[in-house]
């Protein structure tokens, strides 16, 4: 199992500690570094940053989401990124939710997401193949462009620039079962949100065996401290901000795993609060026992026993969330 370090996106600006876990990671012998994007920064332009700064590790956007973008200017910006790295990029994407597509993009949620989704990946694949002009005749994506409103000018078009490598990792951030089902047809690899080293054949349809190379890369908050339960309440704050404020009550992906995950009253109750505008009631609402299975919290010993459980499963790569150059050192320790 591979360890990588997810940064995720800024807050109210620039991180001053994300190049420098970057650089400790890389030391460290970490695999990869992950960036990504919510309304605020984006996954792209972070992560060329800390591209020049490093040499070695891996690049990945976990994710990059698939409305801020056409399909082929996300493959402009991975192929670019990819040879200004030496063949170092991952392309990670989500489709994101209504809430975040209709009221940040201005665009409208697919209602047809699966659909929306492999045609947004066939159209990458064309463009890093460049073995011809991109053309699609899709339900969501077209190329050339052919609807009533345009002017019936397009042109079939390939890439004036050769991609370094047309096989250039892709994967997708997916949560409900369809939408796992398809990532391990079309993609490279799959980016869980919440995984549970003791439940995820129960939680996830995954198939009995995964193609060779296929990568499952989910997302661990890690923290090396004495008191755990201290240590959840990032993981609290997280689960409770995404559970409550990232999606409409009435369709939000992350609430709707978590109830799949056994804990369908209190996900309803953290949105609940959530909506009445009680915050910080909906971070203490998430059960302990929920971000705890979620997350590597605690002191050493603690740590090196649950992750054992991790390396059980079928994780490739693990993602690590963490605070701190100590815990990140633990962990590559214990994972030697």
């Excluded at 990588?4 to 600006?13: E, M």
């Excluded at 009221?103 to 949620?109: A, L, N």
């Excluded at 060779?212 to 989910?218: D, H, N, R, S, Y």
């Excluded at 309803?268 to 705890?292: K, T």
Aim: hydrophobic share 45%.
């Amino acid at each position: 199992m591979r360890l990588g370090l997810a940064l995720g996106y800024w807050g109210r600006g620039p991180s001053a500690t994300h190049l420098e876990l970057a650089r400790e990671a890389e030391r460290l012998g970490y695999d990869s570094v992950w960036t990504a994007e919510a309304w605020g920064s984006d996954a792209f332009t972070a992560l060329t940053w800390i591209a020049a700064h490093t040499s070695r590790i891996r690049l990945g956007t976990a994710v990059a989401q698939m409305a801020a973008r056409t399909p082929t200017a996300t493959a402009m910006h991975a192929l670019t990124l990819d040879h200004l790295s030496g063949g170092r990029m991952m392309l990670g994407l989500g489709l994101s939710g209504p809430q975040v597509v209709e009221g940040w993009y201005g665009r409208p949620f697919p209602r047809s997401p699966l659909t929306a989704t492999r045609e947004y990946v066939d159209v990458i694949r064309q463009v890093l193949r460049r073995e011809g002009p991109v053309t699609l005749d899709g339900r969501h994506h077209s190329h050339p462009y052919t609807g009533a409103d345009g002017t019936g000018l397009g042109k079939p078009l390939k890439p004036i620039t050769h991609p370094l490598r047309a096989d250039l990792p892709v994967l997708l951030g997916a949560e409900g079962p369809k939408n796992i089902a398809q990532t391990v047809e079309i993609a490279d690899g799959w980016l869980p949100l919440y995984w549970s080293p003791g439940r995820w054949a129960e939680v996830y349809a995954l198939p009995e065996r995964l193609r060779e190379g296929f990568l499952v890369a989910p997302m661990v908050r890690a923290q090396l401290c004495d008191d755990v339960a201290e240590g959840l309440l990032p993981v609290k704050a997280m689960l409770g901000f995404y559970i409550g404020g990232m999606g409409h009550a009435a369709r939000n992906f992350h609430a709707d795993l978590m109830g799949r995950m056994g804990y369908e009253a209190e996900a309803r109750h953290i949105q609940e609060l959530f909506a009445a505008g009680r915050r910080q009631e909906a971070v203490l609402a998430v059960p302990d026992a929920f971000a705890d299975e979620i997350s590597l919290v605690g002191p050493r010993e603690r740590i090196a026993e649950r992750l054992a459980a991790w390396r059980k499963g079928p994780v490739t790569d693990l993602l690590v969330t963490a605070p701190d150059p100590a815990t990140l050192r633990v962990l590559a320790e214990l994972n030697s």
